[in-house]
Nanobody, 110 residues
Framework: VQLVESGGGLVQTGGSLRLSCAASGRTFSSYTMGWFRQAPGKEREFVAAIGWSSTYYADSVKGRFTISGDTAKNTVYLQMNSLKPEDTAVYYC??????WGQGTQVTVSS
């Protein structure tokens, strides 16, 4: 499966962004789809995942971020609300932690 992320950008603290991950090659429902992020100088960390109609979130984003999928568009979304400067990172989409997209930059200004 090939993954392409989009939707990143620059936003002020408290703002919102929606990231998209378009999958091609196979339907994303065949995988556990996840969002991860990597800030400068830090390791890549788990953000959220969706699989078998269940969703999972890191404690740091619970209540602010929502992961969802559209099977008709074969796309997974990450709705990010109440953004904080510490959410600044490159966000990556993954399928079963084996296939990865190229990443999209999210920058939250204070």
């Amino acid at each position: 499966v090939q993954l392409v992320e989009s939707g990143g950008g620059l936003v002020q603290t408290g703002g919102s962004l929606r990231l998209s991950c378009a999958a091609s090659g196979r339907t994303f429902s065949s995988y556990t789809m996840g969002w991860f992020r990597q800030a400068p100088g830090k390791e890549r960390e788990f953000v959220a995942a969706i699989g078998w109609s269940s969703t999972y979130y890191a404690d740091s984003v619970k209540g602010r971020f929502t992961i969802s999928g559209d099977t008709a568009k074969n796309t997974v979304y990450l709705q990010m609300n109440s953004l904080k400067p510490e959410d600044t990172a490159v966000y990556y989409c993954s399928a079963n932690r084996q296939n990865w997209g190229q990443g999209t930059q999210v920058t939250v200004s204070s």
